[in-house]
Every structure is written in C-alpha cells, then in structure tokens.
C-alpha cells in the first residue's frame, strides 16, 4: 500500500476474482437491479404465455408438433431473458469480455485520490473522475461505482483498512456532483458490544470504554500524475 499522492494498491486479477467483482455490481448497483428485475419479470410474462399457448393449442387440436415448436419459441424467449436477470450469468459476460485479450492472471495497480478512481496495468490505464460517478455501492471485498445509467466498475477494496475508505468516501463527497453513498458490508464484520443489565458496583470505574480509531487523512502530493 502507498499513499503517496493518494491509495494505491496492486490487486491480482483473474477469471473468479473479476466475476465475483461485476457479480456484487449488478446485485448492488440500483440501476443493474432494476434492469435484473425487468428481465426476470419478462421472463415471467413469456413462461406464462408458454404455458397458456400449449394449453390452448392442445385443447385446439393442433399437430404435436406445432404445439411443441410454439412452446418451446417462446420458453426460449423466456430463457433468453432468465439469463438476463441472472447476475452471475452477466458477470461471467462481462469477465469474459473483459479479460479476452488477457486470458490469465495479472497485476493492476489500483489507484484513489482526490480527483478519482483509476487503474494501470498491462500496458492499459483509465481513470474516471467522482463527477463522473453516480452512486458507490461499498462491500466487504468490492466496491461497486455506477457510471451513468448502464456502466460500472467494480474494485477489490479487501486490502482497505477502515480509515482508508473513509478517506476514499471523503474525496468523493468533496468533488462536485460526488455519487450517492451506500454501505453494504456484512454485519459480522462488527461484533456488537455486550452490555450488562445490572452492572456491580464499581462496574462503570472497570469497564473498558469503547472508541473508535480517529480518522486518518492521506494528504495527496501535488504533481502526482494520474493512473
């Protein structure tokens, strides 16, 4: 990890790892659930009217063979659109897409600051500014950043201490037109603290007091060139 001029950190990247990553985009980002449940929804709809068909067509008297082609047409559509609202099934499309000129496993260095999030490596760089960013979905192990209404980029944050992703969250709400925040990290990541319903005497002089660590500010350096 470095912090100079911003968070850096260097992230192996392969096939599981980058499904895993759009995988928690599409079920976070509000956008990819909405479309997700479009396409289940019609999905739903052309199920139906298989059914519906073959029952009509049967009750018709139509040939056995028309009333299997007509419903196996439209358990197709319904197939088609199935897939569609199948987060793991956009993943591994877009892992595929992604990663077919660089098949294997790979470093990228990944890079916060001030101005944005970015990334390097294999002879490729982005970079995306926070105004650019219309929501941030924050995880365990990924976070999620809606660009737009269809686009995301999901970034493997598990090497992040808290105070370090509270300095990524305070540069994005810093930037103009920052993206919306949202927590979506699992609760027993933080134990509950116990409290007894009748303390002893003495108990409130003993008992440890519960704080959390100051906030950290990594203070960029100027001249840095962007990822």
């Not at 196996?72 to 319904?78: E, K, N």
């Not at 927590?183 to 008992?207: E, K, N, T, V, Y």
Request: a positive charge; proline letters at 6%.
């Amino acid at each position: 990890m470095n912090q100079l001029g911003g968070l850096r950190l260097a992230v192996r990247v392969d096939r599981a790892s980058c499904i895993e990553g759009w995988q928690f985009g599409y079920r976070t980002l509000p956008t990819a659930r909405r479309s997700r449940h479009r396409f289940a929804a019609l999905a739903i709809l052309f199920g139906g009217f298989a059914v519906v068909g073959v029952v009509r067509s049967s009750s018709a008297g139509k040939p056995l063979r028309d009333v299997i082609a007509s419903g196996a047409l439209t358990l197709g559509f319904a197939a088609v659109y199935a897939l569609c609202a199948s987060s793991r099934f956009r993943a591994w499309a877009s892992a595929r897409k992604i990663l077919r000129d660089r098949p294997g496993p790979h470093i990228v260095v990944r890079h916060f600051d001030s101005t944005g999030y970015g990334d390097a490596g294999g002879g490729r760089s982005s970079h995306v500014d926070w105004s650019a960013v219309t929501v941030v979905v924050e995880g365990d192990r990924f976070m999620a950043l809606g660009l737009g209404r269809t686009d995301s980029v999901s970034v493997p944050i598990e090497q992040l201490s808290d105070p370090e992703r509270a300095t990524i969250r305070r540069w994005a709400e810093a930037a103009p037109g920052g993206p919306r925040w949202e927590l979506r990290r699992s609760a027993r990541r933080f134990p509950r603290l116990q409290i007894s319903p009748d303390p002893g005497p003495g108990a409130a002089d003993q008992a440890p007091i519960a704080t959390t660590d100051s906030f950290v500010e990594v203070t960029p350096v100027s001249g840095e060139s962007r990822a």
